[in-house]
């Protein structure tokens, strides 16, 4: 006798809980965030912008700075009313931390906030429907353990619908951790050793991407530009191959990728710069800070005029291209001479834009137990005279790009009604009339406008 098996309802037949997902920090969160929605949507899950309507809230946290991790806590005490409520008119929420801080603090998060039912760590994320069943059943889950192959391994890939949907350009993480231990820095703490994903993986993702629309890739990492791997042909391959790789895949016509360490920019990938079109002239490329002797205490392993000597390469390899970069002022010790090497750095350079904090000692790292910390109040001032100087350089480089002539692909609707919003080869939003394309369209515009933040164009016919 055969026997048939019986039909199991499929996820679509079941009643959709719904889940609300809030993302803090850099793009390697804001792409996890993306594939734990496609997992959870396969669990059965639909996504919605609204706390009040989810069955399930999941945060995904950052903890680079005092001020991100404590916002989890903040965000928590609110959500804690919206659990309330939703109990008294008799629905059930779970409300899972995931992320940096989930990975830094562990079960102190459900001592500190009993709201919380489950906790999960970056590199657990595929088991995360088995942990959200135990959730449910009263369990409190803390799941920070490292296993980050198996990660990339079992989390769903981007189909064409998902993406679609999300737009035309996307982040693929390609290496994740760190081990190069700044002083000032958690990330090697709660992200795990450096490890970089296969070239098949990549590629077939990167392919999807292109299937599904998406024009500009961004290959991202905490160090992308450590990422290596073993080409088909067995060679050992460097951030550099894999550019190449991944610009021969029909469709995608931008590559950027970010964020790099100096002391990895190696020369193929400064070559490259000169020899793939379709990477885009820009580069983030952070240097925290501009004195020798401040460098060395945070343990970038590079001095000033090494990381201005990648510049000058880069230019020459690429003279239209443009930097971005960060910086922290006020580490210990860092006295107002030293200071005063920041900004003479940044005018050498010139950068297009940038991100720059005052520092910010963590629990655990070196940083934190170095005498000489700097009073809040000076740390605060050097950080307005710093930001002062990179916001007139932005400027000034928003207005030298007026009446130039440039391709933008266009993104996404603009703000304006009649309005659609496009991006530079040099990350700048670009406003243009609904009429110049189609969000995917890549356009021939002439700068016709600057902002301190966008620019505004006209078709260039
Ligand atoms: N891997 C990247 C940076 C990751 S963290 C790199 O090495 O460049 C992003 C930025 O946050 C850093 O570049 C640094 O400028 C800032 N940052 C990290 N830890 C910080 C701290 N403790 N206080 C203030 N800023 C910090
Ligand atoms: Fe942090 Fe330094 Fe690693 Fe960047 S390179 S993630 S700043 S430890
Ligand atoms: Fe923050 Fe973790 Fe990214 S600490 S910056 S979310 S790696």
Redesign the pocket.
Known sequence: MTVHPQPQPRAADRPRRKVFVKTYG?QMNVYDSQRMADALERDGYLPTSLAEEADLILLNTCH??EKAAEKVYSELGRLKKIKERRAGAGRATLIAVAGCVAQAEGEEIIARAPVVDLVVGPQSYHRLPEYLGRAAAGEAVVATDFAIEEKFASLPRPTAGRTRARGVTAFLTVQEG?D?F?T????PYTRGQEVSRGVAQIMDEARRLAEAGVREITLIG??VNAWHGQGPGGGRWRLADLLHAVAGIAGIDRLRYT???PIDMDEGLIAAHRDIAALMPYLHL?V?AGANRVLKAMNRHHSRDDYLDIVARLRAARPDVALSG???VGFPGESEAEFAETLDLVDAVGYASA????????PG?P?ADLPGQVPEPVKAERLARLQERLNAQQFAFNQACVGRRTDILIEKPGRRDGQLAGRSPWLQTVIVDAGAGRIGDIVSVRITGAGPNSLTAVVDR
């Not at 000032?184 to 990330?187: E, H, N, Q, R, S």
């Not at 991100?355 to 963590?362: D, I, M, N, Q």
Request: positive net charge.
């Open positions: 850099c680079i700075r760190c190069k700044c000032f820095c958690v990330v905490q160090n964020t790099s360490h952070p925290q960060d910086f922290i991100f720059s904090f005052k520092y910010s000692p963590r790292t940083g």
